[in-house]
């Protein structure tokens, strides 16, 4: 009867360690799905922003944003600093200095200052009307019209092309350079 008994005990540990191992093995391949699963999501992962002074949705898809958000930050660039009045110059200007990445913010803000004192003294307005915008991964270049006015007096309306060096920080548009293409290097690219 012991050794009945004895049998007995000895295949139900059997039994119940081939029962144990097969929870290990599922356990193991659940770990391995479920690792696979949140670094699918952690990769494909979209985070959404509503940026102030923007209409739309922004998306950043792998790090990198959609070019509808590029898109509007250099909208809104060109437009602060192309399209002023002696009245709202400085203001824009110091919206505008805002997007500036800081290693280039000092002298952009004594450029931008300078420009803002001298639109003040001779009571200029600009108006720029952007026709066609190309972007690529650091920077954008605009196409458009360029008026400029003292009083009701037209000073210049002519095309002109600007670049917007540019890049991305942690989801933030970060403004490197803007500056008015020279017609010959708009020539030498065609």
Known sequence: MKINSYLQQSSNLHAANRLLRVVIVVMALCLVVN?????????????IL????????V??????????YVREISERVLNLATTYSPHTARKQFNELLVYYAPEVYPE????WYSLAGRVEESQVSSVFYPEKLTISDSTIEAFGNLKQFTGTTRL???TRTYRIDYQIRDGRFSLLALKVKDKSQEEGTR
Do not use: C, D, W
């Open 50 to 57: 509503i940026p102030p002074h923007m209409t739309g949705t």
């Open 59 to 68: 998306e950043f898809v792998r790090g990198k944003p959609t070019e509808g």
């Open 108 to 111: 952009a803000s004594a450029l």
């Open 35 to 47: 690792s696979f699963l949140v670094y699918r999501a952690v990769r494909y992962q979209q985070v």
């Open 156 to 158: 210049e309306n002519t």
